[in-house]
């Protein structure tokens, strides 16, 4: 229950909290609350797939203590296939390829 307070509180306060500063900052204020709270539910997903641990294998306790652990991981996954795709890993952000080559002419004479 206290996991889920924490992840839901997570996306209410994102849209509820007002953007700070201008440019290309604006909103970052958002992100990082956003972030906080996701943080807070990630350990408390921790800390009860740890006590869930102690329940007896296959019990129906133990299988509900896994539960926000596998969402946690389930989201971190699609954060870093999101970040694969995007093509930022191994600095392809500003692209392979070069730009093609101009054909080098000949000065212009100057004018008479």
């Given amino acids: 229950m206290l996991w889920s307070v924490a992840f839901i509180l997570a996306f209410i306060d994102f849209g509820m909290t007002e953007p700070s500063s201008d440019g290309f900052t604006a909103g970052l204020n958002k992100v990082g609350k956003f972030m906080a709270w996701q943080a807070v539910a990630l350990v408390i997903s921790v800390i009860v797939w740890v006590i869930g641990?102690?329940?007896?294998r296959r019990s129906a306790q133990r299988v509900a203590s896994r539960i926000p652990g596998i969402i946690m991981i389930a989201?971190?996954?699609a954060f870093g296939l999101f970040i694969l795709?995007?093509?930022?890993?191994?600095?392809?952000?500003g692209g392979t390829e070069t730009s093609p080559q101009m054909p080098v002419t000949k000065p212009a004479e100057p004018a008479q």
Avoid: D, H, K
Wanted: proline letters at 0%; aromatic letters at 6%.
């Fill in 53 to 56: 641990s102690r329940f007896e």
């Fill in 75 to 77: 989201i971190a996954l």
């Fill in 85 to 93: 795709s995007s093509g930022l890993i191994g600095g392809m952000a």
